[in-house]
């Protein structure tokens, strides 16, 4: 199957199987596994942080980020976009008694700087208390551009708010800015990093800052039921990724460009985005449902959404683009004229 859904769908390879078979593991709630310490030691290293923490998800490693940062009445600044706002089931107010202070993100996923000034609120025993601002990079496949980011962080601190990064796809970003994960996570009090999306391990993330906020973040994780015992052998597969994994993300995201550019060519779809490994389709209302069904049958899978997110990595090649390509303009092929 070529399976476009998402980069969550790849399946580990035999030497990453191999890596994690030969763990050596311990138990990692008393701190005792090898292999989690090592991947920890070297994502703090690689992002350039005093710390890191392993977590079963993304979600989880976010929240117990923002409940390292945030007590109980805190609130958050985050993007109506974001992960942590939307997709994650309202988590930070839900388990974390955080309330989120959302604004619209504009339309390279940034959120305008004048828009979080007016957001923050007054010290006053009618307002939840603002205390962090959350950004995403990559959103929705969008690389942050690096000045805003900065003004962005300066902008905070000068407010006196702490910050966070939804760094799920932090690797795609850097790879795609062609700098370092360090690059991407500088000036971030917390960055939360996905080891199960393009970096291809089976599940994992790692949340890496301050040795104090990590610490905060070690007894959230407990509490959040994220305490696991011989995780080495899962966080095997992310030290695998982590060597073998980052720099071919390369090819992930000539491979959208590439698909992008082979869609633009068909009538009756419209490529809106693509950047690093997503493209964006928008594809019509009386088609789509149809469309998905005749992949299908090709072995091509996506989701039949009105915005279509195709999204590459390292279970598809070039050779799947073309196949796609041919796919799309074969079904508008027999069915536009009819329509
Ligand atoms: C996938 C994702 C997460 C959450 O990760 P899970 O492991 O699925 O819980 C968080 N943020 C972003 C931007 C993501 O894409």
Redesign the pocket.
Known sequence: MIDLRSD?VTRPPAAMRKAMAEAEVGDDVFGDDPTVNRLQAVMAERTGKEAALFLP????S?LAGLMAHCERGDEYIVGQDA??YKF?GGGAAVLGSIQPQPIENASDGSLPIAKIGSAIKAIDPHFARTRLLAL?NT?NGKVLPPAYVKEALAFAKSKGLATHL?G??AANAAVAMKVTLADVAAGFDTV?I?L??GLGAPAG?VLVGTKALIERAYRWRKVLGGGMRQAGIIAAAGLYAIEHNIARLADDHANAEYLAQGLKGIAEIEVRAQSTNMVFVRLPDDHRTALAESLQARGILIRPAPLCRLVTHLDVNRADMDATIDGVRAYFTRNSKAA
């Open positions: 969550t998800t993304g979600t989880q976010n992960h942590t994650e995403e959103i939804d799920a796809r939360s996905c199960s999306k993330s």
